[in-house]
Nanobody, 117 residues
């Protein structure tokens, strides 16, 4: 089993920045994909960005050019740098770590990001 702990959420004004972190512990083996999803009130949980062990990345169109995902494989940690935040970025952000090779799929508890003036 494994545990994912997110941090870094909060309230920020439009145009501001936040950096989310997700630290994994326990049975996390590579290769894997580390990802961030978000869920706004009344909406489905959507992919924001993901990163493979080889650091190939993928972003939702709505965040391209504003968000950057990165990872530290030694620390089993994934980050999401969010710049130029907009009110529509308001959501609960969830960390996800999964591997089809090792057959696991873990979620964090979520961290609230609110963009408002």
């Amino acid at each position: 089993q494994a545990r994912l702990v997110e941090s870094g959420g909060g309230l920020v004004q439009p145009g501001g920045s936040l950096r989310l972190s997700c630290a994994a512990s326990g049975s996390i083996f590579t290769p894997n994909t580390m990802a961030w999803y978000r869920q706004a009130p009344g909406k489905e949980r959507d992919l924001v960005a993901d990163s493979t062990t080889g650091r190939s990345t993928n972003y939702a169109d709505s965040v391209k050019g504003r968000f950057t995902i990165s990872r530290d494989n030694d620390k089993k940690t994934v980050y999401l740098q969010m710049n130029n935040l907009k009110p529509e970025d308001t959501a609960i952000y969830y960390c996800n770590v999964r591997s089809t090779v090792w057959n696991y799929n873990y979620w964090g508890q979520g961290t609230q990001v609110t963009v408002s003036s």
